[in-house]
């Protein structure tokens, strides 16, 4: 089955600074790669996605990248917000099961 | 209804009790998905629903772990005779497409087995 790894399992950024989250993947045949943000005691909220045939996608301050031949993909966000922290989980999938990352805990230092 | 809800948020059961949770996906929604995630872990697929034709449930622990989507809306798990380590958040998710594009999640239950 697909193994998913995240990196790092904890970052803490300036109020302003940019955070990068990285991920890797082993199933070549994964097609489609969402970002979940968790605040404490919520569900995972759908942030962004990527699709196997696009290499970049940017909403406001939120962007992910994905290298198919490496098989990795980053999420970066820009200007960050206290509102921000939380944890952060990548995922990928070649059909209808997603495997998860063990997550990133994100702080924002104001 | 706006968003994935589940019911109950926490559920308490004594060890060797059955439970049941509920999940209310988005309306529309034909796909729905049940995830179990421990304390500081990612969520773990449990099983696929597809209307109300159950596709995939590989994830399932074991056999004490029951899930039905009948009308192919509302979605129940079931849990029969719980151990300690089915304390976990239990989550929902949705999706409008058939292969689980744009999953929406719900808030969750969280069992916890004394």
């Known amino acids: 089955g697909e193994n998913v790894e995240q990196h790092p399992s904890t970052l803490s950024v300036q109020e302003g600074d940019s955070a990068v989250i990285k991920c890797t993947y082993s199933d070549s045949a994964s097609n489609y790669f969402p970002w979940y943000k968790q605040e404490l005691g919520k569900g995972p909220q759908l942030i962004i996605d990527i699709r196997s045939n696009v290499g970049e996608k940017k909403d406001q301050r939120i962007a992910v990248t994905l290298n198919k031949t490496a098989k990795h993909f980053s999420l970066h966000i820009t200007e960050t917000q206290p509102e921000d922290s939380a944890v952060y989980f990548c995922?990928?999938?070649?059909?209808?099961?997603?495997?998860f990352g063990t997550g990133t805990s994100l702080t924002v230092i104001p | 209804g706006a968003g994935v809800s589940q019911s109950p948020r926490y559920k308490v059961a004594k060890r060797g009790q059955d439970v049941a949770l509920r999940c209310d996906p988005i309306?529309?929604?034909?796909?729905l998905f049940w995830y179990q995630q421990a304390l500081g872990q990612g969520p773990e697929f449990l099983t696929y629903?597809?209307?109300?034709?159950?596709?995939?449930k590989s994830g399932l622990p074991s056999d004490r772990f029951f899930a039905e989507r009948p009308e192919g809306s509302v979605s129940t798990l079931k849990i029969q005779r719980t151990q300690q380590e089915d304390s976990a958040v239990y989550l929902c998710a949705s999706s409008d497409s058939g292969q689980g594009f744009s999953a929406f999640f719900g808030q969750g239950t969280r069992l916890t087995v004394v």
């Open positions: 995922a990928a999938t070649t059909g209808n099961q997603f495997y």
């Open positions: 629903f597809q209307n109300e034709a159950q596709l995939d």
């Open positions: 309306s529309g929604h034909v796909s």
